[in-house]
């Protein structure tokens, strides 16, 4: 029995972007799947021997140390930004001693590991991307499987494991001096008293709210690193597939990066 066409009676042009939608979908469908196994792979190698400690340290400097000039320095406008935002407002309603808390409840909670993440998409993360590319197009990884090297093993998981250690770390660093740039604006901009800027901050800043943004860090960190490795391992055609997938890479993340945040959240906020 032959099967009717739904969509009889629509014109070509519609029939077009429906099935144009539908590609979409299934090609999202597929790439969803095809990272969750990429995932998996990585988690299985990340625990099997041998165990690469210097290709590790080596990714802990490249990601930490090389990235910290502008996480001080993004950190310290993103806190000063944010104060005179938000100290504007608080000054109409005689209520810019609780800069600082506020300041550092949305440093702690939100800005800090999401800028985090996204200083280290641009950064290190394309640096990954690109690299990994450049060895897959120029076929060292087919050359590292011929001899019997994992290339998940060798390429990824001392990037996954550096990522893990110092995005929070970063994270940190980022909470820290955002702050001290909210307490120079609020202390010179809005004649805030300096014990009341820090005691606001130690009466409504909780332990509770640097964990909630140590695991968004911690989960970041997975993304980004993991992300930016995938589309290095199936980067091809030359120059051009590196260019491609590093953009891809860096746009893509960014895409993951906001909508695990919101997923993250909505759990955290007790939905």
Not at 3 to 26: C, D
Request: charged share 15%.
């Amino acid at each position: 029995m032959q099967r009717e066409n739904p969509f009889t009676g629509l014109s070509a042009r519609t029939q077009g972007a429906v099935a144009s939608v539908g590609r979409g979908v299934i090609g999202m469908g597929h790439g969803i799947v095809g990272y969750l196994e990429f995932f998996k792979e990585i988690s299985v190698q990340m625990f099997r021997p041998p165990f690469r400690i210097n290709l590790v340290t080596q990714q802990l400097e490249f990601i930490g140390n090389q990235s910290l000039n502008i996480i001080l320095l993004t950190g310290f406008f993103t806190g000063a930004v944010f104060g005179l935002q938000i100290g504007g407002i608080f000054d109409i309603f005689k209520a810019a001693g609780i800069l600082g808390a506020a300041t550092g409840k949305a440093l702690a909670r939100e800005l800090s590991p999401m800028m985090t993440a996204f200083l280290l998409t641009g950064r290190a993360g394309s640096a990954m991307t690109a690299e990994i590319a450049t060895m897959r197009v120029n076929e060292q990884v087919d050359a590292m499987e011929a001899m019997a090297v994992n290339p998940v093993s060798y390429l990824v998981v001392p990037r996954v494991i550096a990522s893990l250690i110092m995005t929070p770390l970063l994270c940190g660093v980022f909470t820290f001096i955002g702050v001290v740039g909210a307490f120079i604006t609020g202390v010179l901009l809005f004649d805030v008293d300096q014990s009341v800027f820090f005691g606001k901050i130690i009466e409504y800043v909780d332990p509770e709210d640097l964990w909630y943004g140590f695991q968004k860090a911690l989960v970041f960190s997975l993304v980004v690193a993991s992300m930016a490795c995938r589309y290095g391992l199936r980067a091809s055609g030359g120059a051009k597939g590196v260019g491609s997938a590093t953009t891809n890479s860096v746009v893509m993340t960014l895409l993951a990066l906001l909508i695990v945040d919101f997923i993250i959240t909505y759990f955290q906020v007790g939905h």
